[in-house]
C-alpha cells in the first residue's frame, strides 16, 4: 500500500493556505489581496459573544469574507495565553469564543489558533475536549509536509521570514520531491497578523508574494479547514487485503496516484485499482 499518494482535488500535488490572527482593521485590506489573488485564508478570531467577534464591523465580514471561501477559526475569547491559565479558565475562554463566532456566522468552528503561540500538552488535551480539531503554533518548520499532529500545526513559515520568497520558489517547483516518480503532495502555509503591514509599512511584500504564489493551476488554494478535512478523508479510505479494491466511506471525493496513475475516488464509492 505505500505506492499509493494523496493527491488534492484535481490531482494537484501542491496545495497553499494563510492563517491571520486578532480580527484587526487591516484584514479588510488583506482579504481583499487574497481575493484578488485566488487565495484562501483562516482568519483567527477573539471575542466572547458574537458582538464582540473581530475588531470590525462583523456584517462586513460576513458579507466579505465568507462569501469569498475564506474560514474563521478560534483564538480564544480573551487573547490569552493558554499554557498559562488553569483548567475551567481555558475552557470557558475557547467555549464562549466558539459559541459567539458560531452564533455569528452560522457556521461549526472547530479549527484554532494559538494566542502568543502558547500551548503544551495538557492545552492540547483540553482542546481536544472542547472539540477543536487543529490549532496553529507559530513555530516556523521551513517544510512544506503535510502535518500530521494537526493540534500542534506548525507553519511553514511567517511573512516576515527572510526567506519567504526562496520557500515559495522552492515549493512551486514541488518541494523537494517533485523529481521523484513516488512523492507525497506538498503544503505551504502562512501565518501572520495584518496589522504587521501598518507597522512595518510593508504591504507591498505582501502584495508581491500572492501575486507571485496565486493564481496557478498546479495549486491547491484552500482554508486550514478544508486541507484538514481532506486530509481526513484520504486517511479514511480503506483498503481491501489484497490493495486492489479502496472504498471512500466520507462525503469527500478523494484523489490518488496508485503506482503513478491517477484514481478518482468518489464519495461513497468503491474503486478497483490496477498497477
Ligand atoms: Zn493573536
Known sequence: MSYAFMRFPHFKELAFTLSYDDGVPADKRLAEIFNKNGLKCTFNLNGETADTVGRYPIEEVKKTYLPAGHEVALHGACHYSLGEIPDTVLIDNIMKNRKALEECFGVVVTG????????????????????????????????????????????????????????????????????????????????????????????QLIEDFCAFIGGREDVWYATNGEIYEYVQAYNALQYSADGHLVKNPTAIDVYIHYFGKPYKICAGETVRLEK
Open 112 to 203: 484554532s489558533a494559538y494566542a502568543n503561540g502558547s500551548y503544551d500538552d495538557r492545552v492540547v488535551e483540553l482542546l481536544k475536549t472542547c472539540g477543536v480539531t487543529y490549532a496553529r503554533t507559530i513555530r516556523s518548520t521551513h517544510s512544506f509536509e503535510i502535518p500530521e499532529d494537526w493540534l500542534r500545526l506548525h507553519p511553514t513559515c511567517h511573512h516576515k521570514d527572510p526567506q519567504l520568497m526562496e520557500l515559495a520558489e522552492t515549493f512551486l517547483k514541488g518541494g523537494n520531491k517533485r523529481h521523484f516518480f513516488y512523492h507525497r503532495p506538498q503544503l505551504f502555509y502562512l501565518w501572520g497578523h495584518s496589522y504587521e503591514f501598518d507597522n512595518d509599512d510593508n504591504w
